[in-house]
T-cell receptor, first 110, second 115 residues
Framework: DAGVIQSPRHEVTEMGQEVTLRCKPI?????LFWYRQTMMRGLELLIY????????DSGMPEDRFSAKMPNASFSTLKIQPSEPRDSAVYFC????????FGSGTQLSVL | KQEVTQIPAALSVPEGENLVLNCSFT??????LQWFRQDPGKGLTSLLL?????REQTSGRLNASLDKSSGRSTLYIAASQPGDSATYLC??????????????FGKGTKLTVNP
């Protein structure tokens, strides 16, 4: 298995633009997680899905953030409009017993 | 609110040394605790998972212990190698989140093993 696949690896955009991050979980994993990592706050859970259904979105910072999982093999995290404080590394992870992380998307909002 | 602390934030040791990384958490009501490794520019790799009913887990040169009542876990690395250089994070799954699979992470200890 190729592991959790995220795209793009790097994204540089201007404030106010829409940003879409993509994730393909490991086949057979029923849970998918979106995390954000910054130096100041460390790793924070934004949202997670079980069997494609959002279960806990209490970590989504505000209405500018939205996430979808239309099927078991694909999820998106969208930020609209983006702001400079959204700059961070965004990780997707999927789970069997242990958590497996993708390589992350480095987002820079100028 | 569950908080996870890892001290020190950074550690540098000579190759071959045995070392211990520390993790503490404020609420002992947890389902499990995991140790992860993160290499620069990469995602996290799960190293060891300890269920709340367990005291320790071992994988190769790594041994993780859990003392739930005192809110502490340690990761022991035997005979350290330069390839062990990375940031090590611990995370707990709190019972207070009502069955949620949310993990609360520490900020990590950055380990450097010098040849």
């Amino acid at each position: 298995d190729a592991g959790v696949i995220q795209s793009p690896r790097h994204e540089v955009t201007e404030m106010g633009q829409e940003v879409t991050l993509r994730c393909k979980p490991i086949s057979g994993h029923n849970s998918l997680f979106w995390y954000r990592q910054t130096m100041m706050r460390g790793l924070e859970l934004l949202i997670y899905f079980n069997n494609n259904v959002p279960i806990d979105d209490s970590g989504m910072p505000e209405d500018r953030f939205s996430a979808k999982m239309p099927n078991a093999s694909f999820s998106t995290l969208k930020i609209q409009p983006s702001e400079p404080r959204d700059s961070a590394v965004y990780f997707c992870a999927s789970r069997s017993e242990k958590l497996f992380f993708g390589s992350g998307t480095q987002l820079s909002v100028l | 609110k569950q908080e996870v602390t890892q001290i020190p934030a950074a550690l540098s040791v000579p190759e071959g040394e045995n070392l211990v990384l520390n993790c503490s958490f404020t609420d002992s009501a947890i389902y499990n605790l995991q140790w992860f490794r993160q290499d620069p520019g990469k995602g996290l790799t799960s190293l060891l998972l300890i269920q709340s009913s367990q005291r320790e887990q071992t994988s190769g040169r790594l041994n993780a212990s859990l003392d739930k009542s005192s809110g502490r876990s340690t990761l022991y690395i035997a005979a350290s190698q330069p390839g062990d250089s990375a940031t090590y994070l611990c995370a707990v799954r709190p019972i207070s989140e009502g069955g949620s699979e949310k993990l609360v992470f520490g900020k990590g200890t950055k380990l450097t093993v010098n040849p």
